[in-house]
């Protein structure tokens, strides 16, 4: 599967963003996908999963509330729908794909980059205050 993530732009502390992340191949539809982010000169961070197969997503808790991941099966598109950003959200905001049950099997796991064996090119995401 090919991921391509896109929405990226800067905005005003406060501000909402939606992120894309589609998907290509002939597997496409059958991946759990994941989002993750890496601000300048810190380590790739989970931020949270589609679930395939529970058709229901799971978030790092310190974006609860505030982030959304949905789906639009139709158009094989996984987006993140950020609201209430602020400055420490600035990031390149990456997209992934695990394979299909990953979340189910390895629940514990979700937040390890290497449970996703598919990356995308990330969209840089900057929030100024």
């Known amino acids: 599967v090919q991921l391509q993530a896109s929405g990226g732009g800067v905005v005003q502390s406060g501000a909402s963003l939606k992120l894309s992340c589609a998907a290509s191949?002939?597997?496409?539809?059958?991946?759990?996908v994941g989002w993750f982010r890496q601000a300048h000169g810190k380590e790739r961070e989970f931020v949270g999963v589609?679930?395939?197969?529970?058709?229901?997503?799971h978030y790092a808790e310190f974006v609860k509330g505030r982030f959304t991941i949905s789906r639009d099966k139709a158009k094989n598109v996984v987006y993140l729908q950020m609201n209430s950003l602020n400055p420490e959200d600035t990031a390149i905001y990456f997209c992934?794909?695990?394979?299909?049950?990953?979340?189910?099997?390895?629940?514990?796991?979700?937040?390890?980059?290497?449970?996703?064996?598919?990356w995308g090119q990330g969209t840089l995401v900057t929030v100024s205050s």
């Open positions: 992934a794909a695990a394979p299909r049950h990953m979340v189910f099997l390895h629940r514990e796991e979700i937040d390890r980059p290497w449970r996703y064996n598919s």
């Open positions: 589609w679930n395939w197969s529970g058709n229901s997503a």
């Open positions: 191949g002939r597997t496409a539809l059958s991946h759990d």
